[in-house]
T-cell receptor
Framework: TQLLEQSPQFLSIQEGENLTVYCNSS?????LQWYRQEPGEGPVLLVT?????EVKKLKRLTFQFGDARKDSSLHITAAQPGDTGLYLC???????????FGGGTRLMVKP | DARVTQTPRDKVTEMGQEVTMRCQPI?????VFWYRQTMMQGLELLAY????????DSGMPKDRFSAEMPDATLATLKIQPSEPRDSAVYFC???????????FGPGTRLTVL
């Protein structure tokens, strides 16, 4: 089983601040996905990164896949209360097998 | 707007009772997953199916949990007998392939007293 470590586990910040959360593994992934889960709901896909070094932007969110495809980061600029939620990364191994989920980063953005 | 549905949304039961949770995957998705989520353990994979056949249920306590797909539109997760430590939110998700985007249902919040 490939393990994905996410950090930090918890993050509480004020509206307007920037933040970065990390997803790390010792294994190589063929692709990596980021999900956001809001209270009372299931996780929802934000983005999929496939190529080492790839950077994708989704409004104020910037996702990066490490060159070696073992890690990823999510940077949020000018966080808003609507960004509050649990952020999960999930990776698929090189054999194309199923996703392994990280433990998540629980983000709270205070107004 | 295709989505995964789960019933019930909330279930409170007493220890020893049988609990059945149901999931309707997105039409055309061949892979169905069952997860359990708690604050302590995060999102844990319990079992998954491809084309209705169970591929991996190593995450499930075999003595009390069972998962089935009677047909392509219904997946069930049963706990018998239930215990307080089973209290969690149970999610069903479906995907076209195991490595693809997983579409999650809203979850069933189970409380075993």
């Amino acid at each position: 089983t490939q393990l994905l470590e996410q950090s930090p586990q918890f993050l509480s910040i004020q509206e307007g601040e920037n933040l970065t959360v990390y997803c790390n593994s010792s294994s190589v992934f063929s692709s990596l996905q980021w999900y956001r889960q809001e209270p009372g709901e299931g996780p929802v896909l934000l983005v999929t990164v496939v190529t080492g070094g790839e950077v994708k932007k989704l409004k104020r969110l910037t996702f990066q896949f490490g060159d070696a495809r073992k890690d990823s980061s999510l940077h949020i600029t000018a966080a808003q209360p609507g960004d509050t939620g649990l952020y999960l990364c999930a990776g698929a191994d090189n054999a194309g097998n199923m996703l392994t989920f990280g433990g998540g980063t629980r983000l709270m953005v205070k107004p | 707007d295709a989505r995964v549905t789960q019933t019930p949304r909330d279930k409170v039961t007493e220890m020893g009772q049988e609990v059945t949770m149901r999931c309707q995957p997105i039409l055309g998705h061949n892979t169905v997953f069952w997860y359990r989520q708690t604050m302590m353990q995060g999102l844990e994979l319990l079992a998954y199916f491809r084309n209705r056949a169970p591929l991996d249920d190593s995450g499930m306590p075999k003595d009390r949990f069972s998962a089935e797909m009677p047909d392509a539109t219904l997946a069930t997760l049963k706990i018998q007998p239930s215990e307080p430590r089973d209290s969690a939110v149970y999610f069903c998700a479906s995907a076209v392939l195991t490595r693809d985007t997983q579409y999650f249902g809203p979850g069933t919040r189970l409380t075993v007293l």
